[in-house]
């Protein structure tokens, strides 16, 4: 099992629509949680760290369930320059910082 | 502000030369990282480096090496590249628990 999975996606939604993201992780040990976006194989960019409260940043809301081992990330009102591949990443103890594969969201006019 | 330095941007290599891929941060992390992404995938681990001093393996380490060679210092060197490490190579350093910076990758080619 993969120490990081994520929704296989793509995504292909319409502006304006609602699109919930989800990410699992093996390690109960983990620590921090973060939702990253990556353009066109730039390089990754901080989209929001993930709380175990919740949070949320705009249009984007993250939510963290550490007994299901579970992350997700909404984006509401989907806007055009959203298309990009969404990663989910935990930190382990020590420091070791694992990415999940990537969900592919494509925002149509 | 320069953050995360990455050289070369990009590389062309023989099967069987070997090369090392520089790192560095100028923004005081004690973590550094290397990852590899393939087409069509995410990122995925090489090595790490906790501490100035540390290293450990992470997802796909054979092929590879690592040196911390100070706390803004982190490379990778390939020794007998092969076609299989083709790929786009990103660094990333970090303050423990806080997100990662990254590096614009290197764009390495392997014939």
């Known amino acids: 099992r993969k120490e990081v999975e994520q929704d296989p996606g793509p995504f292909n939604v319409p502006e304006g629509a609602t699109v919930a993201f989800n990410c699992t992780y093996s390690n109960s040990a983990s620590q921090s949680f973060f939702w990253y976006r990556q353009d066109c194989r730039k390089e990754p960019k901080l989209l929001m760290s993930v709380y175990s409260s919740g949070n949320e940043d705009g249009r984007f809301t993250a939510q963290l369930n550490r007994a299901s081992q579970y992350i997700s990330l909404l984006i509401r009102d989907s806007k055009l320059s959203d298309s990009a591949t969404y990663l989910c990443?935990?930190?382990?103890?020590?420091?070791?910082?694992?990415f999940g594969p990537g969900t592919s969201l494509s925002v149509i006019p | 502000n320069a953050g995360v330095t990455q050289t070369p941007k990009f590389q062309v290599l023989k099967t069987g030369q070997s090369m090392t891929l520089q790192c560095a941060q100028d923004?005081?992390?004690?973590?550094m990282y290397w990852y590899r992404q393939d087409p069509g995938m995410g990122l995925r681990l090489i090595y790490y480096s906790a501490s100035e001093g540390t290293t450990d393996k992470g997802e796909v380490p054979n092929g590879y090496n690592v040196s911390r060679l100070n706390k803004r210092e982190f490379s990778l060197r390939l020794e007998s590249a092969a076609p299989s490490q083709t790929s786009v190579y990103f660094c990333?350093?970090?303050?423990?628990?806080?997100?990662?910076?990254f590096g614009d990758g290197t764009r390495l080619s392997i014939l």
């Open positions: 923004m005081n992390h004690n973590s």
């Open positions: 990443v935990v930190r382990t103890s020590y420091d070791k910082v694992i």
């Open positions: 990333a350093s970090s303050r423990s628990n806080q997100p990662q910076h």
